[in-house]
């Protein structure tokens, strides 16, 4: 019977150490990487994860051991291969690497993308959806069919949560400007016409955000807080109705640090009403970059056999999810 599975995530601000098995979370500890000023500073991000992996790998082991689970029932470990910044993920591989080799098992690369759709899997009722992915760097909408996972829609430019991070840093607004942005919209409903751009099934948000920066000298922060939210959160909506139609499932699950924002919720929640199908989003520990994803996905991809040599697991900064073989699922 397959125990365990230690996972690292260390994409860029989160550095999070998890231990899950098939039904839950054993444990998991989590230190973020916040800056002094400005977004991430990739070196920086890189060596605070150095600094604090071997810290967070041991609270993960000691919370774990006090629920009855030693170090020798770790099956594998598994680690954020990409996508992701390069020297963010180079950190974590160095520290999963070693420490599959001190205990003696495998190594497992997991898509940091479809680790997130996996725990949204498990932590929901959700079966077979179509996903809307959206965090800082990453908006994409996603499906499974025949194999793998495909892309139905994504950004041509920036991820929708650093489209939102850039017009909060112009707005004098501090890190992470998401939730800040999410607060003052809430306080207006007057609408400023703002770029809307879908190209096809694909998205575009630097010109919405830089947008949004002009208004700043025209119209109250509320205003065009409401407004940029609104515009965004329509475009994605929009791409994910048209995936769902286009690939005839019953189920949409939001996914992504962008997720926690209730207005996108709301605005999913009636697309998927009208269109008479389920709704699904995971609780907000799952939400944003976490341990316990990539841990899931690697004991899902581990127990389907899919492991790395030591000398096959570079990262990839650009790992696409529609380039990964999806051995774990029928």
Same mark, same amino acid.
Request: hydrophobic share 40%; charged share 20%.
């Given at each position: ?42 070196? /920086? ?14 609270? &993960? ?75 800082? &760097?990453?908006?994409?909408?996603? !499906? ?67 947008? &949004? ?20 959160? &329509? ?37 998927? /009403? ?8 995971? /609780? ?7 341990? !316990?994803?990539? !841990? ?33 699922? /029928?």
């Amino acid at each position: 019977m397959k125990k365990a599975v230690l996972g690292i995530e260390g994409t860029a601000w989160n550095l999070s150490v998890a231990i899950v098995n098939e039904k839950d979370v054993i444990s998991e500890a989590t230190d973020m990487y916040v800056p002094p000023s400005g977004g991430i500073h990739p070196r /920086e991000a890189a060596q605070h994860h150095a600094k604090y992996a071997s810290l967070m790998v041991k609270k &993960a082991l000691d919370e774990a051991q006090e629920k009855g689970i030693e170090v020798s029932d770790i099956d594998a470990i598994s680690f954020s291969q990409g996508p992701g910044l390069g020297a963010c993920l180079r950190t974590v591989a160095t520290a999963a690497r070693m420490l599959a080799i001190t205990l003696d098992v495998p190594l497992v690369g997991v898509n940091h993308c479809l680790a997130h759709v996996e725990v949204g899997r498990w932590k929901t009722p959700a079966d077979d959806p179509v996903t809307l992915y959206v965090s800082g &760097a990453n908006s994409q909408v996603l !499906a499974y069919r025949m194999g793998k996972y495909r892309v139905f829609g994504e950004t041509l430019d920036i991820g929708l949560g650093n489209a939102l991070d850039k017009f909060a840093r112009s707005a004098g607004l501090s890190h992470p400007g998401g939730p800040k942005i999410e607060q003052l919209a809430g306080q207006s409903d007057n609408y400023i016409p703002m770029p809307y751009v879908v190209k096809g099934m694909d998205l575009s948000f630097s010109g919405l955000s830089t947008a &949004a920066t002009e208004s700043l000298t025209k119209y109250p922060l509320e205003d065009v807080c409401h407004s940029l939210q609104e515009n965004a959160f &329509a475009m994605v909506v929009e791409v994910t109705e048209r995936a769902l139609a286009h690939t005839e499932k019953n189920e949409v699950l939001l996914a992504g640090g962008v997720g926690a924002n209730a207005r996108l919720r709301e605005m999913l929640d009636i697309m998927c /009403e009208d269109r008479g199908a389920s709704f699904y989003v995971p /609780e907000k520990r799952f939400m944003g970059d976490n341990g !316990a994803m990539i !841990a899931y996905l690697g004991l899902l991809m581990y127990e389907a056999g899919d492991t790395l040599d030591i000398e096959d697991s570079h990262v990839n900064p650009n790992f696409r999810p529609d380039a990964v073989d999806v051995s774990w699922r /029928e």
